[in-house]
Every structure is written in structure tokens, then in C-alpha cells.
């Protein structure tokens, strides 16, 4: 089928000139699959602006959120803009188009006691995997990193863990930056330093690995953390961005320093972070609420 051939190409050039990672390309598949699917017998040079329309009305009728239609446009745009760079198509049928709107919803975040118990370790019979999960958890929660960050991290960022209280991450849209290890997540790190080598191959490089000895997979990671937050007594789900979410409003209620927060998550715009301002103001509203004399019934 030509479409989906053109859809092969634009993702080949993507991977190989533009350096997205294989989790956006992987994304991008899907959202252009889906595109020639809704098309049907159309041929991608006959989509015009009303098609498009129509396409995201489906989708939106169908439970599709403002969120994920959004991102459904983006890679629909950049494909059409493609094809037109290659003649394929006369114009961009999606240039100027918004997606429907839909509520936002606010990070959901630990409270800082429920973090505290998530990370006070409980004896589950396996020193050895016990240090490596809470070396996890407190590496999420300490720095605020991704799931796919932690995972790729390698032996060499111990170093600059231990000695410099730092390590570097390559983030979204291979982006690095710097982000600090706290002192709690430094202490984890060296007392699963001591004991990694029981469960690592001799040439692996991977900082956390699983019992194989091979890199820690991110869903055996999820795993791993939902199983400690059970441990703990934690009446919910608990998964990595719940921890990042964690970091970043317990940062801001601190600090009230929303670029420094920006930062230290490798957010491109203050407007992903502004977000946890309405996660502080909750928190301070509940405080109000319980404390104030003129708020009590």
C-alpha cells in the first residue's frame, strides 16, 4: 500500500536524521497508521482540510481526548508537511487545525508521607533486590527523572551520583541535563553500588539490572515499584511519573522556584510546569481549609 510505504520512509528519516528515540518514532507509527486507516481507499494526496475534520470528529465520538488528538495532529501535520516537501501532496490539510478541548487534570502526586513510607524498606527476604528497587525509587524521586531515563542509565553515573551529588540524563528529544541526587538517594545508590555486582553480567553497563544480569527493563521496573508501594501499606497505584509528580510539587511547595522545578525536569516550556502550581495551590486551599477559623463549619 503506497501510504503506508510513505509512512515507513517518514519514519526511517525520522530515526536516522532527526534523532527521535525509538519511543517516539514508535508513537508516531501508530498515530500515521491510524491516519491511513481513517483515509481508507483515499489517497493521502486527496485528504483535504474537511477530511481531517471529519477524522478527528470520529475519533473524539469514539473517547479520544483533547490531549491525545493533539498529538495524533502533531504527527499528521509534520507527515503532510513531508509529503509536500517531496511533491506528494498539494497543501498541508492540517495546518491551522485545533484540536477539541478537554479538561485538564492535575499531576496526581504522593503526599510527603506517603513518599516517606514508599521509601522506608521492608524486608521482603531479598537484601540484594530490596537495595536496587529503593535505589530506584529514590533516584525517581529524588531527581524527578523519567521512566526512560532511569532505565538507560549506566555505571558511570554513580560516580557523579556519590562524589559530585549530580548525574546527567538524556531526556526527551535528546536533550541532556544535569539533575541533583539528593542525600537519601546517594545512600541508596551506594548500598545497591556494594551488592550490584551479585546480580550484574561481567560486561554489562547498565546501572540497574534484573536478575538475568541484563539491563532492568522499564515494565519490570513499574513492577517493581507498584510491588513496593503494596509493601508499604499504599492504598493506590503508585508508578514512576507518579513519582516524578511527587518531586516536582514538593520541590515547588518548598521553593516556590518554578524555573528551577522547569529545569530540573527538562520541560522545553514553563507551561508543562505551571501545572504543579495548581497541585501547590490545592495543597495550600486543604491547609486552609482544616486551619482557618472562618473556614470551619
Sequence with gaps: MIALSA?????????????????TISNYGRDLRRLVMLAGELPLSDVRLHHVRRFIGQLHAQGLSGRSIARLLSAWRGFFSWLG????????????????KSPKH?????????????????????????????????????????????AALDCDALDS??????????GKRSKMRLVPVGSKAREALA??????GSLAGPEETA?????????LGQRMIQLRLSRQAQLA?????????MLRHSFASHVLQSSGDLRAVQEMLG?????????YTHLDFQHLAKIYDSAHPRAKR
Design 7 to 23: 509512512v515507513d520512509a517518514y519514519l526511517a528519516e525520522l530515526a536516522e536524521q532527526r534523532r527521535q528515540s525509538p519511543h
Design 85 to 100: 516537501q517531496h511533491d506528494a501532496v498539494p497543501a498541508n490539510p492540517c495546518e491551522g487545525l485545533r484540536p477539541p
Design 106 to 150: 492535575l499531576p496526581n502526586a504522593l503526599l510527603v508521607d506517603e513518599a516517606a513510607r514508599l521509601l522506608d524498606p521492608v524486608d521482603e527476604g531479598d537484601s540484594v533486590l530490596a537495595a536496587r528497587d529503593i535505589a530506584m525509587s529514590e533516584l525517581f524521586y529524588s531527581s524527578g527523572l523519567r521512566l526512560a531515563e532511569l
Design 161 to 170: 551520583a556519590l562524589h559530585e551529588g549530580e548525574i546527567r540524563v538524556l
Design 191 to 196: 548500598a545497591w553500588a556494594q551488592v550490584r
Design 207 to 215: 546501572l540497574f539490572v534484573g536478575q538475568r544480569g541484563r539491563r
Design 233 to 241: 501499606g499504599l492504598s493506590r497505584h503508585v508508578h514512576p511519573h
Design 267 to 275: 520541560h522545553a516550556s514553563i507551561t508543562s510546569t505551571q501545572v
